[in-house]
């Protein structure tokens, strides 16, 4: 596997595993099956993207694997990220259908989308996935500090990545400082706060002083605090104005500026309000 050498080397981050993975990625969520979800797919990968992130949850992983196939970019220059719904038993068995919808031998990374029965149970399974092949990195998703390390001190193959929320408005210092602690990166999930971050005040402000927009703002201040960053976009030209993050840099003090908007309290935790 040529493993994405065809990014540069900023754009890529190594993970604890050896593993390669491009710091930005297209993220599904809410994206309906079918057309909408092979478009914006399309237009990413157009757009220079090497990341789709998607989820059994999600129910678009038919759509993502679509995409990828009559796109035409080779399966071994994209990252494929998709992740376990929990409140089914064995993870090693939902990947296979996983690759089955997606179309291909495995994927690049496979994570548990959320602690759901406890941090460890479906950890085994993962660890199966990954020793099968179907998944050549696992990690998690929605981890606090404390279950995160949980499943550190239960593993054989420690997790290398904790998808979570995360933006100035959600700025985890805690729950990052422990993903760096343990060599565990952090991916960030709705980095425009799903949009509304977009019309915060300091932020239209930092981008009109830097003539960027506000999302390549958000999505530079993820980049700049060592994050790996997945905005959701269904519309073409938002998804190229996304990708345009690796062209200028925030100073000291935008970045304290922003930093200043956390309402998490620097937290340890993964999410104030819990689904499951
Ligand atoms: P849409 O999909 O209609 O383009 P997050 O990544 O934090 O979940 O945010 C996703 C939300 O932000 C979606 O509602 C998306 O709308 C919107 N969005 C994504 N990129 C941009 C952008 N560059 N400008 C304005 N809105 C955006």
Redesign the pocket.
């Known amino acids: 596997m040529s493993d994405q050498y065809v990014l540069p080397a900023e754009r890529l981050r190594e993970l604890s595993d050896g593993n390669r993975m491009p710091v930005l990625g297209l ?1 599904v969520w809410q994206v309906p099956d079918g057309r909408e979800c092979e478009n914006a797919v399309l237009w990413a990968l157009e757009a220079g993207y090497r990341h789709i992130d998607t989820a059994q949850a999600y129910g678009n992983e038919a759509s993502v694997g679509r995409a990828l196939q009559s796109s035409g970019v080779p399966r071994d220059e994209v990252f494929l990220t998709t992740k376990f719904y929990p409140a089914r038993k064995d993870p090693a068995e939902e990947i296979e259908r996983s690759l089955e919808r997606l179309g291909v031998d495995q994927v690049d990374l496979y994570i548990i989308h959320w602690p759901q029965g406890g941090s460890t149970w479906a950890w085994p399974g993962m660890e199966r996935a990954h020793e099968r092949g179907h998944a050549r990195s696992i990690g998690v998703s929605n981890f606090s500090t404390s279950e995160l390390e949980q499943v550190i001190g239960a593993a054989s193959t420690p997790p290398v990545v904790n998808q979570v929320q995360f933006s100035p408005v959600e700025y985890r210092r805690g729950l990052l400082a422990a993903c760096e602690r343990h060599d565990v990166a952090l991916e960030a999930y ?6 509304r971050h ?1 019309r915060d005040r300091a932020v239209t402000s930092i981008a009109e002083r830097v003539d960027r ?1 506000s ?1 390549q703002v958000l999505l530079r201040w993820c980049l700049q605090r060592d994050t790996i960053v997945i ?5 073409q030209e ?1 998804i190229e ?2 990708a345009r993050i690796f062209d200028f840099t925030l100073s000291d003090e935008e970045m304290s500026e922003l930093d200043r908007l956390d309402q998490t309290g620097g937290t340890e935790e993964a999410r104030e309000r819990k689904w499951w």
């Open positions: 993220g709705s980095p425009l706060g799903t949009g977009l927009t999302a905005p959701k976009s269904t519309h938002r104005e996304n």
